[in-house]
């Protein structure tokens, strides 16, 4: 009797111990995720900071091509 109540609490410690290897797996695995997370938020900001930028230089780019030829055909009607 003894020793079946000693196998019944190892096997209830075994569990608990169980228990919290698989908690702090889950807490390191929620941590990660967190990470994970942040980073991609990271990379959607630089991603949408760097077609702002695009956008500017692309606007700017079609404004330079614009004064380009309308420098052109200023010249050819001078010359």
Do not use: P, W
């Not at 991609?40 to 630089?46: E, F």
């Not at 230089?57 to 330079?64: D, F, G, I």
């Amino acid at each position: 009797m003894l020793e079946e109540s000693v196998r019944s609490l190892l096997l209830q410690i075994n569990i608990c111990d169980e228990l919290f290897q698989e908690r702090k797996k889950v807490e390191e695995m929620q941590e990660l995720l967190d990470q994970e997370k942040s980073e991609s938020y990271s990379y959607k900001h630089d991603l949408v900071k760097t077609k702002l930028k695009l956008d500017g230089v692309l606007q700017e780019l079609s404004t330079q091509k614009k004064l380009l030829a309308l420098e052109k055909k200023e010249a050819k009607e001078k010359g």
